[in-house]
Structure formats: structure tokens, C-alpha cells
């Protein structure tokens, strides 16, 4: 499969090809990249597993591919994107908050943890404010505001999801 052509560019999507907001969050530039979010997607499984559903993890995942694919498409100036790092800022997000909110009442040291994910989530996030792109030190471009994006974009379908009474559940799995 040529992965090149799943890779957003504005000028092909602004020709028709409307799924490259979707399908370049699965392209990654070289593999350093394609490993850098396969880590990061790994590490997050494993924080979330033992206390919050895949089906959730999912959504807090969907919700940061829909905010990347909003914010590439919205910011002129983004000429190409490529990457799920985007999309993990959403899960790290949307995860956090429902492990916080499931367990406040259960376990001090899972809200501490999820509370320290947000914590340096949003630290992370405010000192990339105001960059658009960093040079390619890992050997690819980071496009910043798809982390911010993300990380908004998985709370949105989390704190839908946490309104509705009838798909609450007593347990995280």
C-alpha cells in the first residue's frame, strides 16, 4: 500500500479527495514517526487498560481523529499532515478525564494519575502554543496545532458520553 497517498495536502483535498483529513492520521512521514506514535499509542493502552473501557478509549481516540481532520482542514496555512500523534493527544485527553471522573470516588491514586497525565498534557500543550510547525528534528515536521485539536477533540465525545445515563457503567471495563 502506498501510504504517501493517504497523506493530507491541501491542494489534492481542495481537488475532492475529502478523506485525507482522515486517512493521513494513518500515513506517517518515515518510520521514526510511524514508531514514535506506535509508542505513544502503546503507552496509552497500557495506562487506560485497567480502568476504562476500549470502547471509550476509542471514542476519546475518534474524537481527536475528528479535531486534526477539523483543524487541518480550517488552517490555510497547513499545505500537509501526516501522523496519529494528533489523534493521541485526544485519547490522552478524553482518557484522563474519564478515569478522573469515573474514580474520584474510588481511588485517590488513579484520579492522581489521570490528573497528572492532564497536568502535563496541558503543559505540553501551552508551550507549544503559538508554534505552527517545529523543524524536522526526529526526521518529520510537527504540525502543533493538531496536538491541541486533539487533545479538544477527545473531551468533546467523553463528556457526551459521560451525560448520558443509560451508558454509564459501575466499572471501567
Known sequence: MDFAALIYRRQVFLDG??????????????????LANLAGAILLWSLFRP??????QALAMAGGMLGVAL??????????YAGASGA???????????????????SRMVVWI???????????????????????VWGFPVYYP???AGAVGGLFP??????????R???GQ
Not at 485527553?93 to 474510588?106: D, S, T
Not at 489521570?114 to 524536522?136: D, M, Q, R, V, Y
Request: charged content about 10%.
Open 17 to 34: 479527495q475529502w478523506w485525507l483529513p482522515f486517512s493521513a492520521q494513518f500515513a506517517h512521514f518515515n518510520s521514526v514517526h510511524a
Open 51 to 56: 480502568w476504562i473501557r476500549w470502547q471509550e
Open 71 to 80: 483543524v487541518v482542514v480550517w488552517d490555510a496555512h497547513c499545505d500537509y
Open 88 to 106: 493521541l493527544h485526544g485519547w490522552a485527553a478524553g482518557g484522563a478525564v474519564l478515569m478522573a471522573i469515573r474514580h474520584f470516588r474510588k
Open 114 to 136: 489521570a490528573f497528572a497525565l492532564l497536568a502535563g498534557l496541558a503543559i505540553k500543550l501551552l508551550l507549544a502554543l503559538g508554534l505552527e510547525t517545529s523543524p524536522a
Open 146 to 148: 493538531a496536538h491541541l
Open 158 to 167: 467523553v463528556l457526551t458520553h459521560l451525560r448520558k445515563p443509560s451508558w
Open 169 to 171: 457503567t459501575n466499572s
